[in-house]
């Protein structure tokens, strides 16, 4: 039998999917600081704690939404924008590649869109820069000196913020999307030169009119990714 707070801790887990559409009702600060505050409790080796985050709403959001898209929608900066780091392997195969595929054409079909309409997709995927009408924009940097550990331990970070989010009601979206423009959001942030762009996170209440927050990805069962060895 599950003890309340058992309960509550799994819940705040479970209940956590990537949100693709907001409403507009704003985030209290206070709550915002409270949530990184309880997210700061993620171990990091030998305690070094490498994130850094920049909280946008407000002008600021806008600011860096309209720089982004600007460069997104930009037919002359087609394919002059690329990742720092290798987010995705350079060679897909199953079964990450079908798992990919499959949350993808989900989410179109579900938005009424087809693999012919490319304007459609595009369209889509340049919410992301919007951070999907979230009231709050998370951007999460890394000092440039911290290696791969470093970067297992900012993953905790960012759950312990997701998990805090939902057991506040809030729902997020990690954003990986942002990453092709690091150059774009260190300028229009102006992020010191040591900073790397992690990802970007959406914050906010999600809004369940839209057809897109019915998306409910699949997991493996425990014994597709598990052996117990006695």
């Known amino acids: 039998m599950q003890s309340t707070e058992q309960a509550a801790v799994d819940a705040a887990i479970t209940s956590r999917r990537s949100i693709r559409a907001f409403l507009p009702q704003p985030i209290p600060r206070a709550e915002v600081e409270e949530i990184l505050q309880v997210a700061a409790r993620a171990p990091s080796g030998s305690n070094t704690q490498p994130w850094k985050v920049r909280v946008l709403t407000g002008a600021s959001l806008k600011k860096l939404s309209d720089d982004i898209l600007h460069a997104y929608l930009d037919p002359e900066q087609a394919g002059k924008h690329t990742e720092e ?23 179109y079909a579900l938005v009424g869109l087809t693999r012919d309409d490319k304007a459609g ?24 000196i911290m ?71 699949e997991r493996e069962p425990v014994s597709g990714f598990v052996q117990f060895l006695d």
């Open 85 to 107: 780091y290798q987010y995705y392997p350079r060679k897909w195969v199953a079964p990450y590649v079908d798992r990919r595929r499959k949350v993808g054409w989900d989410l």
């Open 121 to 144: 997709m595009q369209a889509q995927h340049g919410r992301n820069y919007t951070f999907f009408d979230a009231p709050v924009g998370l951007i999460f940097t890394i000092d440039r």
């Open 147 to 217: 290696e791969q550990g470093s970067w297992l331990d900012y993953g905790m970070f960012l759950q312990n913020i997701m998990v805090a989010a939902r057991a506040r009601g809030l729902d997020t979206c990690p954003q990986a999307a942002f990453t092709p423009f690091h150059a774009v959001i260190a300028e229009s942030l102006a992020l010191p030169e040591n900073e790397q762009l992690v990802c970007g996170m959406a914050l906010g209440y999600a809004d369940m009119s839209k057809i897109e927050n019915s998306l409910v990805t």
